[in-house]
């Protein structure tokens, strides 16, 4: 097994590399992971042991994230708590906003969840080689991913 450390932000990529990321609001596939792709069963065992390692993090990245937003965050009458990005914010006749300042409330928020994705974590998985995911294509380059792949050996 194999370590690498992380920033909180390249697990987030890294999840999405993996599992790929459906938009919560139409269900539309926004990007397809590589676990959904044709590969070897090792391989995709290990790759699904990384992904469950990964979205372990990402579930604490979540709570903390959730716990910045009620910090920083307004109740509505619903319960939910939001962060809305403009203040004072003039809309034309479609309803369009043409104007409106960044809420400072919102960039607070913004700094403090930046330096929580600028953290780090080590992660421990089974190192893979080129070889291993010859022939699988994908759309966009999974740049996270490629740092888990075996450097061949210069000749």
Do not use: C, H
């Not at 690498?4 to 790929?20: F, H, M, P, Q, R």
């Not at 974590?121 to 991913?145: A, M, Q, W």
């Amino acid at each position: 097994m194999q370590k690498v450390t992380l920033k909180i932000y390249e697990i987030l990529a890294l999840d999405v590399e993996l599992n790929g990321y459906t938009d919560p609001q139409s269900g539309k596939l926004l990007a397809e992971g590589i676990l959904s792709r044709d590969l070897k069963l090792t391989v995709k065992y290990w790759l699904s042991d990384l992904s469950d390692k990964v979205s372990k993090e990402k579930e604490k990245i979540s709570k903390l994230r959730e716990e910045i937003i009620k910090k920083f965050g307004t109740q509505d009458e619903n319960g939910g708590v939001y962060i809305p990005m403009y203040v004072n914010q003039v809309f034309d006749d479609e309803g369009k906003m043409v104007s409106g300042d960044v809420n400072p409330t919102y960039e607070s928020f913004q700094k403090e969840y930046q330096l929580l994705l600028d953290e780090t974590v080590e992660l421990e998985y089974k190192e893979l080689n080129l070889s291993d995911i010859e022939g699988v294509t994908l759309k966009d380059t999974p740049r996270v991913f490629f740092k888990l792949i075996a450097k061949p050996e210069s000749e």
